[in-house]
């Protein structure tokens, strides 16, 4: 099997590639800083050493580096069965206080990459007549909360891409998950006061990933919502 995952360098897109690569899975990672992608890839290749894994460094807020990164993907590649969008930023803060250009750049990262990268790597997942397509929504796409801002409207709008993504490549064959987590033991939590043990850990995430991809091609888990047990973090 191969897989594409964006934003692997940390947190839980790491946490699905290690769950993948482990179990002998090729696959194409990126993220946007050099250091950080190659660490990780240098790591995950230890889980197994026969499976392939390109890290590459990639600005996806730029439609020109997302296009770039999936030819780059799919010549190391050859074929692409699972794709996982999770390239996210989050700067919190309020709709009316929030710097100029958090939008534009929030939506850029967290709706448009996987915009982008999706319609250069349907094709050939039509071609194969099979695929399976994950987008990282969060509980933020569900709910608004306050200094959600720009992040949960980028959330709100990734799942609404995944809803008519879904029904438009329903015929192709190719499979789409929206999966929104709830608060997820991350870095991105570093510097806010929550308790760890409060958390999901990423691992978690990465197994509903690995064990959709386990199921028949005629099912399909649409909207997989994951909270901690104890209910989401305030």
Not at 88 to 116: D, K, Q, R
Not at 199 to 227: G, K, Y
Request: hydrophobic content about 45%.
């Amino acid at each position: 099997m191969n897989i594409i995952i964006t934003g692997a360098s940390r947190g839980i897109g790491k946490a699905i590639a290690a769950r993948f690569i482990k179990a002998g899975c090729n696959a194409a990672l990126c993220s946007r800083q050099e250091t950080a992608i190659d660490a990780a890839a240098q790591e995950l290749r230890s889980l197994h050493p026969d499976a392939r894994v390109l890290s590459l460094a990639a600005d996806l807020s730029i439609p020109e580096a997302v296009r770039d990164f999936a030819r780059k993907a799919m010549e190391f590649l050859g074929t692409v069965d699972v794709l996982v969008n999770n390239a996210g930023v989050f700067v919190p803060g309020s709709i009316h206080e929030e710097a100029e250009g958090v939008l534009e750049n929030t939506l850029a990262v967290n709706l448009m990459s996987a915009y982008h990268l999706t319609r250069a790597l349907i094709a050939p997942m039509k071609d194969q007549g099979r695929g399976y397509i994950f987008n990282m929504c969060s509980t933020a796409s569900l709910r608004a909360y306050p200094n959600g801002g720009s992040y949960s409207i980028s959330k709100f709008a990734l799942l609404g891409f995944s809803k008519n993504l879904r029904e438009e490549l329903k015929p192709a064959g190719i499979r789409v998950s929206a999966i929104c987590p709830g608060p997820t033991w991350t870095d991105s939590w570093k510097g806010f006061e929550a308790p760890p043990d409060r958390m999901m850990q990423p691992e978690d995430v990465a197994e509903v990933v690995w064990n959709a991809c386990q199921l028949s091609p005629q099912t399909v888990l649409e909207d997989i919502v994951l909270r901690p047990q104890g209910g989401d973090i305030a």
